[in-house]
């Protein structure tokens, strides 16, 4: 692991997760990257990162009841640990400071 | 519900089970399947297609389910924990373990001694390079008398020269012929060398390694001779023997070659190699020879040396060609040929005239089968004593299982106990094997040319096999365990049905004492049909005759210093020795020219049917002693013979002239002196052929037979051993007793004998360790029920009939089994190539059978009296 740094893209995830709440599930998850930022993201990539954040244990998850749909398949659900909101906070920070740090001026006329 | 719409293809949902991790499993295909259910809104097609593209995207590192290199993993780990165990209960269970090891080790041992000796027979001839492209022609001779056809591998010079001259697809043809002995004097010195007659192309085909000469040349010249190292160091000290000349009689040869040792393992054995061109040379021009002659099949030996690319059946085929237009020519006989790969040579066919040391497929099979019934036996009694003995595993099992071992887990346990087991074995095997293995060298492989030399392979051989004897005797019992349920054991262990494999214990011990009982019949057989053979009344005395072969030495000066020696009584000249296995023949007619007889012959002096004392019918002996120079004048012929030219009474025979029939010159006349009663020519293994006498002259003669008569062979054997080297320098003094040289004719006999006993041995000892193994459990596990019988009132003759009766069914069994086996293997097989044997009968069945009961017995009431006598008290106290 690279330092605790998020990637972008799990970032993304990550945030993605924590907005959905108790409705954090792989299919929900593509869905709602799709909808809120446009970027069609395949299952495949999605699963893969997912296991990532599980394996630096930024989220936990677990499998929820079955249901009729899916052929009787229980879920998996995700929420993000302390682990999780703490490097989402630090992102945040190191952003905000960065941010803050920059000039009007430079962003005039967009 | 079938409104229900149907998932994705069910083989496709089986391709992500198979690989994916079970706990990663469900959710991904969950998901997977709501892709689906949304993209049916599409078209199923394309469903369908996306399904199957996911599911074989998502076959990735982390998703994959690990291969069962982790359960191998766990086999490592608990590799300490099996050795703990196992030697544990080695140690425990004393009796049975030492039962098992011992009998494995014996059982073992015999077979490093087979794979030893299979090992070494395999590395026959593998020296030479061109190996796979030299092939040597073989010959099968059939009479017309309708006897069984002669397989020969020794062939003509004429199918040599035929194949060298007229056929191609060949680089080389080899010509050889056996025989070559001579002896070879430079200066003072002079040896003795035996070797054979080769053509020039000896080593472009042959990989035997020629240290100085000129390996193109060496052979080509007549009068050439090639020598060992060992026979040249003899001759010439340091000189280089290269280039000299040496002298055999009134012939001189060079020295041409100076060769490496012949190695051990070549399928020919030589000390000199003479160049072929010299006898070709001397028979070129000889119309009488017979030595380019078709049917002169019975000294020469033909390799040849395939072309790239060619094959053996083209060979075949020219062979058959010439065989065709041969045949022809002749109606008395028929020739054939075909060639044989060097590999198929030792081991290989079994051939009569082997140029040197034959080692045949047959004899390794029979040894080997022999050894593997040994080395099953053995199997057979840690199988059974391990299936006895489980239910005392049965509790660590049950606490494996509930732990979480798996079945084939507790089978690799229990397989590995048998293996360290076997290789425990292996080590005292390996001791004993050194102990037997001089005595195997000397009294069955010696003729072979096997000196079971160390290789290091055999290390791996030997651990290889090890293993396997381990597999296979703990197979079964692993299987038996390992299939235990854990509830059933921990729940109540007394209860648990483990005899299931009663019958096939039963079955194990029943095979184990058929073995040993054929085995030990087998000994008894054989035993009683050499001592038939060494004692069969020959229709002569052999009695206190001594054999002294004359090796070309002048009989008649020695017979003059033998005599004066007080210990010699009388004096005969023979040319061969009867009821040995040697025979000489010719063929023989009387008023008829057409009808000729096939005989076997001696040329005998005067005195041989005299000092024999053979039989006179009519007649008596020749009248005086041949003179040299001379043809023979007179025969002596058997009953048989007479009979077979017609002559009523054997007197009617005398006088008359029969003619030794020869195929150039005149036939030779003889007058019928004698007519003798019919003796044992042969030995016992054929029919009685014609035989007869014929007066013989010195160059006829081989051996001088006296009659002695001395308390002290060994002062005798000197004084007649000074004799001999006063008058011959170079070869040793050889004299036998002609009752030793009769035995000695016996001697495969007396070899299978001593295996057959050996053998014996062994299963009879393995067999009464796993009887004893068995009694031992058994009484040990009714003790309760043999004390609860004796307090109710049951005798102690009772109790050990109770406990005896079902063993002794087994021998009776094993018995009933084994007799009639026996029986015919020896009737049919083993004894019918002797024509003259002993009946089969209860004295030959019975006392091995007996011998075996009775250790049986022993061993079974050794614990059945014990188990009987011991207080019931004791037994119930703790109940």
Not at chain 2, 350 to 376: A, K, M, R
Not at chain 2, 473 to 483: A, E, N
Not at chain 2, 588 to 599: E, G, T
Not at chain 2, 838 to 856: A, R, Y
């Amino acid at each position: 692991m690279k330092g605790t740094n998020l990637g972008e893209f799990e970032e993304i995830v990550l945030l993605t997760i924590a907005s959905l709440m108790e409705e954090a599930y792989s299919v929900n998850i593509v869905d709602e990257i799709a909808d809120v930022t446009g970027r069609k993201t395949k299952l495949g990539v999605v699963h893969a990162v997912l296991k990532r954040l599980e394996d630096k244990g930024l989220i936990t998850s677990e499998l929820g009841e079955p249901t009729k749909e899916r052929g009787g398949r229980r879920k998996r659900f995700f929420t993000v640990s302390h682990a999780g909101k703490v490097a989402l906070m630090k992102a945040k920070e190191q952003r905000d400071r960065l941010w803050g740090k920059i000039p009007e001026l430079v962003f005039q006329g967009i | 519900m079938k409104d229900e719409i149907k998932g994705p293809p069910r083989w496709m949902d089986r391709i992500i089970e198979f690989y994916c991790r079970k706990d990663l499993l469900e959710d991904l295909q969950g998901d997977l399947h709501e892709y689906y259910f949304r993209n049916l809104e599409r078209s199923r097609g394309k469903a369908n297609l996306i399904f199957f593209l996911d599911v074989l995207k998502f076959c990735r590192l982390y998703t994959i389910r690990k291969p069962k290199i982790l359960g191998q993993m766990t086999f490592f780990n608990l590799l300490g924990n099996y050795f703990k165990t196992s030697v544990r209960s080695i140690a425990r269970n004393k009796l049975f373990s030492s039962i098992n090891i011992v009998g494995l080790a014996i059982s073992m041992s015999v077979g490093l001694l087979m794979i030893t000796y299979i090992g070494e027979t395999l590395t026959f001839d593998e020296f030479h390079e061109k190996k796979d492209r030299i092939y040597r022609v073989t010959s099968t001779y059939s009479s017309i008398t309708g006897d069984d056809p002669f397989d020969l591998a020794s062939t003509s010079v004429f199918i040599g020269e035929k194949l060298r001259n007229e056929y191609s697809g060949f680089e080389k043809v080899l010509i050889m012929r056996r025989n070559f002995n001579a002896d070879i004097s430079k200066g003072e010195n002079i040896i003795n060398v035996r070797g054979h007659y080769s053509s020039p192309e000896f080593f472009d085909v042959f990989s035997f390694d020629l240290k100085s000469g000129d390996p193109k040349t060496a052979l080509v010249e007549p009068y050439s001779i090639i020598l060992t190292e060992k026979a040249a160091t003899k001759l010439f000290k340091d000189e280089d023997p290269v280039g000299q000349l040496v002298t055999s009689g009134e012939d001189t040869y060079t020295v041409t070659g100076l060769m490496a040792e012949v190695p051990h393992n070549s399928h020919m054995q030589f000390e000199a190699l003479a160049s072929m061109s010299t006898l070709e040379n001397k028979y070129r021009n000889d119309e009488n020879s017979t030595f380019f002659t078709w049917r002169s099949i019975w000294m020469n030996y033909v390799y040849v040396l395939l072309e790239e690319g060619s094959t053996p059946d083209q060979i075949n085929n020219y062979l058959t060609e010439i065989a065709v237009e041969e045949n022809a020519k002749t109606d008395r006989y028929t020739i054939t040929h075909e060639v044989e790969n060097l590999s198929e040579i030792a081991p290989g066919r079994d051939l009569s005239n082997q140029i040197g040391p034959s080692i045949t497929w047959e004899s390794i099979y029979q040894l080997l089968g022999l050894t593997l019934i040994v080395i099953l036996s053995a199997c057979f009694n840690y199988t059974n004593l391990s299936i006895a003995r489980a239910l005392r595993r049965a509790k660590e099992v049950g606490i494996r299982k509930v732990v979480g071992a798996s079945q084939s887990q507790v089978l690799t346990q229990f397989v590995f106990e048998a293996i360290l087991i076997a290789v425990l074995s292996l080590v005292i095997a390996g001791g004993l094997y050194l102990l037997i293995k001089p005595e195997f060298v000397t009294s069955v492989v010696d003729e072979e040319n096997v000196m079971m030399e160390f290789r290091w392979i055999n290390l791996v051989y030997f651990i290889v096999f090890a293993i396997s004897i381990g597999f296979i005797s703990g197979i079964l019992p692993s299987l038996v365990l390992s299939k235990l349920k854990a509830i059933s054991i921990l729940q109540d262990a007394s209860k648990l049905r483990l005899f299931k494999g009663v019958s096939l214990r039963r079955m194990l011990i029943v095979f184990q004492f058929a073995i040993s009982m054929a085995l030990i019949i087998g000994a008894t057989i054989t035993y009683r049909q050499y001592n038939f053979s060494i004692n069969y009344d020959l229709g002569f005395t052999s009695e206190n005759i001594l054999n002294l072969e004359l090796m070309g030495n002048d009989s008649q000066k020695l017979m003059t210093e033998l005599k004066k020696l007080p210990e010699v009584m009388d004096v005969s000249r023979s040319g061969m020795i009867p009821s040995t296995g040697e025979i000489w023949g010719d063929e023989l007619k009387y008023n008829d020219p057409m009808d000729s007889v096939s005989f076997y012959f001696n040329p005998v002096d005067k005195n041989y049917p005299l000092i024999h004392e053979m039989k006179f019918l009519a007649g008596g002996t020749f009248p005086y002693n041949k003179k040299e120079e001379e043809d023979p004048k007179f025969i002596i012929i058997d009953r048989s013979l007479s009979e077979r030219f017609g002559f009523s009474a054997p007197g009617d025979a005398l006088g008359e002239v029969l003619y030794l029939q020869r195929r150039i010159e005149d036939d030779i006349p003889l007058q019928v002196v004698g007519v003798i009663e019919n003796y044992q020519y042969q030995n016992l293994s054929s029919d009685a052929e014609p035989t007869a006498l014929i007066h013989g002259g010195e160059d006829d003669f081989q051996y001088i037979n006296m009659v002695v008569s001395s308390t002290d062979i060994i002062g005798m054997m000197t004084k007649m051993e000074k004799i001999w080297t006063g008058i011959e320098k170079l070869h040793p003094f050889k004299a036998e007793f002609m009752n030793d040289q009769i035995q000695d004719s016996y001697a495969h006999y007396r070899v299978l004998f001593r295996i057959f006993t050996f053998l014996a041995i062994l299963a009879i000892a393995i067999s009464t360790m796993g009887l004893l193994g068995m009694a031992v459990f058994t009484t040990e596990t009714r003790i309760k029920e043999v004390s609860i019988r004796k307090v109710l009132g049951a005798s102690e003759k009772n109790l050990v009939m109770i406990l005896s009766r079902s063993f002794m069914l087994m021998l009776f069994i094993s018995a009933v089994i084994a007799i009639p086996f026996t029986y015919y293997l020896f009737a049919e097989h083993i004894l019918s190539e002797f024509k003259k044997r002993i009946d089969i009968g209860p004295m030959e069945l019975l006392p091995g059978v007996i011998l075996i009961f009775l250790i049986g017995f022993l061993t079974i009431s050794w614990q059945t009296v014990k188990a009987a006598k011991a207080n019931p008290a004791d037994m119930l106290r703790d109940e």
